[in-house]
């Protein structure tokens, strides 16, 4: 049995030449389990599932060129296997079993939507991507394998196998009309997707997995009239530009205690030579990454009931969507169904999502609430910078940080930008020394409003404002209170220059008090400090790390030292602002 992940240092002390390893899954790539094994010598591998109840990995183990024969077995199994390990068992392999992986599900590493800002529902399709035997580079299987084929195959996963396996549809649908648009192809695929095995959200799977028969053979398309902020104006605004897609994507909304409706206009294309009636139907799903309830919380999509189309015509209709002020904040979607009343079997699917938030920031907090800069060099541990914490409630695009007065509330400096675009709502973020004292004045000039150098700030009482702007325009902001202390505390040690311990004496008590006038300062403020907050240590100059005293709120300490037995002491005491 080799321990932990199988990784090469689980090997140290390990004999395996010659037999068959035993080794858990986890922490390192499978294929890095066996060719470990391989190159300490053993002659197969058996890997045991760490997911207890799941029972075979549910991947694939298959033989590989230059590869040692690799095996899966439950946790349960494997527990059983490497109990014996050691008591002189007798394993037999007189049954092999091939165990069949369900599939059409969605892979654990498969990106998940939907699309930042926008809230587009992404993926909009899926496609196999796992486990996918594929071609390689021969040289992939060693130097002596360049310009062999033979063995120039390999089981891949990724994006890199389902991505070809649609451009392949494509391309035989192309083949089958080469006047298709990348729009029309798009909407095919999705409106002729199957559902997945599982219960997925629609910013999971999209409009479900590709069906290459059917987006080769469907005679009928329906087509979403979307919009979307596309490149940047001349002003340097974001242009709308037309979005033909296969989904129904509203988007997100802040209700502000308003009801919410929209609307999107689409297309439906029969391209038979028969006239068509499709029969709409509206599946809401619940539960599906949080996903609400819609018909409990009254939300409604509002569409035609039938929609009847002429033989190679096209018909215009409109799907709305409703949002009581009462329904609860949060995600809801779904599918609007068209089946063509003739044959219940020709079934087209468009997903639909909408996300609704309470718009702005939470509250923000500063780690720690008080600290100093310094100009030379900093004791060990010592805070020269500050922290946030932060989230926002409905995205942002942009975060501006100012300085503020904390006594008089004027804005007095800038301080930074942070990118908005990587946050999601309501994940608390952590901004690291998001202050350090520096910052830019506002100089009340409106042709340079921000100096270009930096100052550093005065000893005081601040808060950092952090404005957070939408893609609307619209801003929200928060603020915190810190303490700047750049002063200093007062330190007195009662004790004489020199302290002489008689021998065998093992230690010598020390007392003393630090006063901090800006902690008093702090204190009256109402912030959570006091003169025991001064952080006080001493250290044998000699040899010796600091040490930490412990402060009373009144500032006063005392403090028990041990002695060297050997030689002198040289002790310095210093202290920090809180």
Do not use: C, W
Request: no cysteine; net charge negative.
């Amino acid at each position: 049995f080799i321990p932990n992940a199988g990784s090469p240092v689980d090997y140290n002390g390990k004999d395996v030449n010659g037999k068959i390893a035993l080794v858990s899954r986890g922490v390192i790539a499978l294929v890095d389990k066996v060719k470990e094994a391989q190159k300490h010598g053993a002659v197969a591998v058996i890997i045991a599932n760490n997911v207890p109840g799941e029972g075979f990995i549910p991947t694939y183990l298959g033989a590989g060129y230059g590869m040692i024969p690799a095996f899966s077995v439950s946790q349960e199994q494997g527990s059983v296997m490497q109990s014996k390990l050691g008591t002189s068992p007798t394993y037999s392999f007189d049954s092999m079993t091939k165990e069949t992986i369900e599939g059409n599900k969605l892979a654990s590493f498969s990106s998940r939507g939907p699309a930042r800002i926008t809230y587009d529902i992404k993926p909009e399709v899926t496609a196999p991507g796992v486990s996918v035997f594929s071609t390689v580079p021969s040289y992939m299987h060693g130097a002596d394998q360049l310009g062999k084929y033979e063995y120039a195959y390999d089981n891949l996963s990724g994006t890199s196998m389902a991505t070809p396996n649609v451009a392949g549809v494509a391309a035989l649908m192309l083949q089958a009309n080469p006047n298709l648009t990348p729009a029309e192809i798009k909407e095919t695929l999705m409106n002729t997707a199957d559902p997945l095995n599982g219960d997925y959200s629609v910013f999971e799977s999209g409009a479900g997995q590709v069906d290459p028969y059917e987006a080769m053979h469907s005679k009928t398309r329906i087509e979403v009239l979307d919009e979307t902020k596309g490149t940047l104006d001349k002003k340097g605004n974001l242009k709308i530009v037309k979005d033909l897609t296969g989904a129904l994507a509203f988007g997100v909304f802040a209700p502000g205690g308003n009801n919410i409706s929209d609307q999107r206009s689409l297309t439906i294309y029969n391209n038979s030579n028969q006239a068509k009636t499709y029969d709409v139907t509206v599946s809401y799903q619940k539960d599906r990454r949080d996903s609400l309830d819609a018909e409990d919380n009254g939300v409604m999509i509002v569409t035609d009931k039938s929609i009847k189309v002429g033989a190679n015509s096209k018909k215009k209709s409109t799907v709305g969507i409703t949002v009581p002020k009462s329904a609860a904040l949060g995600i809801y979607e779904g599918f609007v169904t068209f089946t063509n009343h003739d044959n219940p079997e020709e079934t087209f699917q468009v997903p639909f999502g909408i996300k609704t938030v309470e718009e702005g920031m939470n509250p923000v907090t500063m780690s720690p609430q008080a600290f100093t800069q310094v100009f030379d060099t900093a004791y060990s541990g010592q805070l020269i910078y500050t922290n946030a914490m932060m989230s926002i409630r409905s995205h942002m695009r942009t975060l501006d940080v100012v300085l503020v007065d904390g006594k008089t509330g004027k804005d007095i400096g800038f301080v930074g930008t942070i990118d908005g675009l990587g946050m999601n709502e309501n994940i608390t973020y952590g901004i690291p020394k998001i202050f350090n004292g520096l910052y830019y004045k506002f100089t009340g000039d409106e042709n340079q409003p921000i100096a270009y150098n930096q100052d550093l700030a005065k000893p005081g009482y601040y808060k950092l404002k952090i404005i957070g702007t939408n893609d609307a325009g619209r801003t929200f902001s928060q603020e915190a209170p810190f303490y700047f202390d750049n002063t200093a505390p007062k330190m007195t040690v009662n004790i004489p220059d020199v302290i002489e311990y008689k021998n065998g004496q093992t230690s010598v008590t020390i007392t003393g008090s630090v006063y901090d006038k800006e902690t008093e300062e702090m204190q009256k403020l109402g912030m959570n400090f006091n003169q025991g907050s001064t952080k006080v240590f001493y250290q044998d100059q000699l040899g010796g790390r600091a040490i930490s005293v412990p402060v009373n709120s009144d500032g006063t300490f005392s403090v028990t030292v041990p002695t060297n037995p050997t030689r002198a002491m040289l002790l310095s005491f210093f202290a920090m602002d809180a």
